[in-house]
């Protein structure tokens, strides 16, 4: 009964990674086409750091 939750949980993760990675894209592309390149890479900076900061207090 465990191994099955846990493969409804992986199976869970991976398609909440690719609704955020979709999600992402289309969200830098809206950013892209008003406001330049330059706040595209400043945003992913920006959320580079804050999963970097999430995985630092992870472990």
């Keep these: 009964m ?3 939750k846990l493969s409804q949980s ?3 993760v ?3 990674v690719t609704f955020l990675g979709i999600n992402l894209v289309w ?3 809206v ?4 406001y330049g390149m ?9 959320i580079n750091h804050a999963i970097s900061r999430f ?3 992870q472990s």
């Excluded at 950013?31 to 008003?34: C, E, N, P």
């Design 31 to 34: 950013v892209w086409m008003l």
């Design 55 to 57: 995985e630092f207090h």
């Design 10 to 12: 992986e199976d869970l």
């Design 38 to 46: 330059v706040p595209v890479l400043v945003l992913a900076v920006l």
């Design 27 to 29: 969200i830098f592309l």
């Design 14 to 16: 991976n398609g909440v």
């Design 2 to 4: 465990r191994d099955q």
